[in-house]
């Protein structure tokens, strides 16, 4: 039998983790190209964890887990766009993953 899903709190966990790169980046201050592909390939690897997530579980190629998941996405889409005026959204919006 396959868990639930986690719940409204999953989307939190990934966006305070993102929030703690995102603050790495601004102490250092990484040079933005830097800072892009680090995002570019943390929503990478958001990605693929959750179409192998939907490939390798039937039972959740159901709607109500699609619509949970875009939820997710969605709000962690909305944290990247508030950050830093979009700048970071910009760039990723580029490379095609928003």
Known sequence: MYRKFRGPGRETRIIKACEAVLSMVREFR??????????DRMMY????????EFMSNPQVCVVTY?????LVLSAI????FACDSGEYYEAL???GYV
């Open 77 to 80: 889409e909305a944290w990247l």
């Open 66 to 70: 699609g619509f949970q998941t875009k």
């Open 93 to 95: 919006h580029t490379c």
């Open 30 to 39: 990484w040079p933005l190209p830097v800072a892009s592909q680090l995002f």
């Open 45 to 52: 690897h958001i990605s693929c964890t959750v179409f192998n």
